[in-house]
């Protein structure tokens, strides 16, 4: 691979030796560039050939021509804006014994935020897993600390932490002393079944401990209480006494371990990591903002704690997979001559629940190997959630200056006379949801939210807490993430992409294609926000983004849009189909050519993409229907809402996504049979598009001799038939619970019937 690649800053001239190391492709890339160069003349060519042959007023299928121009244009355009992902693919690697022979003594302090909404669809168990994972990193214990957001305010999320902030003394030792991988406990005795056998006498007592320790938490859930006697034992489950609900409760925050009490330590006599416990107060009147308002108190409550210069953040679902991931991102913002332009290093999402063939198409390989490498190559990645490092000044709000640098120092907050007790009572204002009225936190994303805030700084906590200029994660986007990197790029900060071998979180994936299509149209619909939104990438971005950086997040922001261009698509060459008008040239014209090269060069392209990036041909099959699915379906509804949310008609909403699903749907998940098991209307969508193609496609087989002038309208109505397959099984030969209801099925072959039976006859 080597000789194929620039490799930048081995060894500048003076000798010095750099933390990390960028790799950009450059035979590759050139030739996927000429390749790019020709497939852009075969859209051109399809554009003129749409564009001068237009059928003449009053002749038959004007407007179904026009229409197609349309689409083609789309398409054509929106395959431009993606041509900057892969523009410039850029590697990077780090050296972390350079960063360790240099900083050891001096690494600075990290907080890592996990965040947990809701324990009957987030398990208690899985978040202290995550949590444990995080808190067996390799790095020094008394520099990091891990803190719980929990927005459901459970109890039971508690007990489950505190449970963990016991079994963490025996856990991380033995992590330590095993070199454990992945050191989240659950994915760890899953993967371990070979063992040394010096190993196998402390595996088998830590894997009791961590079994009785499941046992009564799993009880406590089961119960939905917490056993009376443990409940005495512990003064934290105090403070639910004045609790009436999830959405109307106070500040509820526990420092499980350390803080100014360093006394806590593990069974091997060493410091633990500091582990607290938050739920912020959340009243019905006051906005909580979601995930954003629940880092942003995560923000202001750590900077009384502990003050970590680092900030990491995961969801309650997204263990640590690689035990140096801490260390890895240092090597990004400690190197002394790039570390400072450096904001985030975003690692890519990894799920460890993808089947083979990725039914729901939720690996995102293609994304994690190709695209955001490409945005890497630009200026930096966009910030999407989770695994990613930030610095906390900048994530403040801070203004990037070429001179600064950053001050790796260590800083006691606070005073060092005040008792735990005495710190918990006075953060808690902190993560009052009264705190932010009238300051900069979260502040304006436009659209509605914008003119109802005001932008003096005149409360006194603000002040107080130095918080000025700062404003932490943005609100009223679905997208958080992306909004805050984006205005972060724009202030003129770098991001990095790192995506190591061993990868470095794995989470959940959505197991049914429900939660799939909702989970897309959250994301799409954030991401159309942000384009209609003051941070739009295309006007606020325009001179503070390279432009092709502007270009990568406009594809994204597009999703929503895309819609459209699909759905006509999808059925509209099959109405045709069905009159007899051909829509596209016949095979024994010149023009065909184009279409016929297109088509076959981009599949071609794509397919070979993702199997370079370690994918299986079913599964991009599999990749391609979801695409379709997601885009007549979820984009669709996301464009609506947002015109809706425009038109003051609708608010943002936030549905999280469900991580636990019954036996027999995860059984299904594992045999990659989709889940449907409902009369959603994202289903009626897909399932009538399906039976229209079906309909029209078993007529014009058997009128071949008809419509046989028309190849390509025919061979587009059957792929499209093929790539449904699995519907018309849900639809008529499956009995199990996931597939489609009868009225769905119903419903779908009276509205396919009546739309050919009028378009034939009406127009
Ligand atoms: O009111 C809320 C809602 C969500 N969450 C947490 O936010 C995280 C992400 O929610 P999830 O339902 O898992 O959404 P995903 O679509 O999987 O999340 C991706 O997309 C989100 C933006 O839509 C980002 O916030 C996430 O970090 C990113 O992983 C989870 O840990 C939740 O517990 C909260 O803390 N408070
Ligand atoms: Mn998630």
Redesign the pocket.
Known sequence: MRGKEERENMRSDDGYLPLFETRRERVRVMAYRVFATTVFVGIALIWVYRGSHIPGAGEDGRLGWIGMFGAELWFGLYWVLTQSLRWNRTFRFTFKDRLSKRYENELPKVDIFV????PSI?PPMMVINTVLSVMAYDYPPEKMSVYL?D?GGSDLTYYALLEASFFSKHWIPYCKKFKVEPRSPAAYFLSHHHHQSDESQDLASIKKLYEDMEDRITNAVKLERIPENIRLKHKGFSQWNSFSSRKDHDTIIQILIGGRDMAAKDVEGCTLPTLVYLAREKRPQHP?N??AG?MNALIRVSSEISKGQIILNV???MYSNNSHSVRDALCFFMDEEKGHEIAFVQFP?NFDNVTKNEIYASSFRVMSDVEFPGLDGHGGPLY???GCFHRRDILCGAKFSKESRIQWRRENVGNVEESVGELEERVKGLASCGFEDNTQWGREVSLSLSLSLTHTHTQKGYLKHEFLPKMGLKYGC????VITGLSIQCKGWKSIFYNPARKGFLGVAPTSLDQTLV?HK??SE?DLQILLSKYSPAWYGLGKLSPCLQMGYITYCLWAPNCFATLYYSFVPSLYLLRGIPLFPQVSNPWFIPFAYVIIAQYTHSLVEFLQCSGTVLGWWNNQRIWLYKRTTSYLFAFLDTMLLLAGFSETT?I??N?VSDPDVSQRYEQELMEFGSAAPMFSILATLAMLNLIIFVVSVVKRSVFGIMDMQIVLCGVLVLINLPVYKALFLRKDKGKLPSSVAAKSVLLGLFVCTCFVFLF
């Open positions: 965040c947990t909404a809701d987030e957001s927005d909580h979601f995930k629940a969801d309650c679902d999402q999407i959630g989770t679905p997208v958080e993430d989970q959250r994301w954030g936030f999280v996504t991580k």
